[in-house]
Nanobody, 120 residues
């Protein structure tokens, strides 16, 4: 079984910064990719940023230049550094991990989410 746990959300003023963390644990053999997605009330869940085990990254256009995703492969942990936050960034942020268990079964698990609120 694989668990994915996010942390680091909160309330921040416009222009401020937050750093989200996401750790995957359990019967993991390897993780291919981890990523952050967000969902605002009344809207669909959307990709924010992803990173592969090789370090290849992908960002939503709306966060390019403001958000940075990074990864510690040894800890199965991914980070999202969010700078110059805007009210439009307010959403629940969810982490996803895709990989292979030690039983060679592919997996894709989501965390429970962490709330980010940008408001003055």
């Amino acid at each position: 079984q694989v668990q994915v746990v996010e942390s680091g959300g909160g309330l921040v003023q416009p222009g401020g910064s937050l750093r989200l963390s996401c750790a995957a644990s359990g019967t993991i053999f390897s993780i291919n990719a981890m990523g952050w997605y967000r969902q605002a009330p009344g809207k669909q869940r959307e990709l924010v940023a992803t990173i592969t085990s090789g370090g290849n990254t992908k960002y939503a256009d709306s966060v390019k230049g403001r958000f940075t995703i990074s990864r510690d492969n040894a800890k199965n942990t991914v980070y999202l550094q969010m700078n110059s936050l805007e009210p439009e960034d307010t959403a629940g942020y969810y982490c996803n991990a895709e990989g292979m268990t030690i039983a060679t079964i592919p997996f894709s698990f989501w965390g429970q989410g962490t709330q980010v609120t940008v408001s003055s």
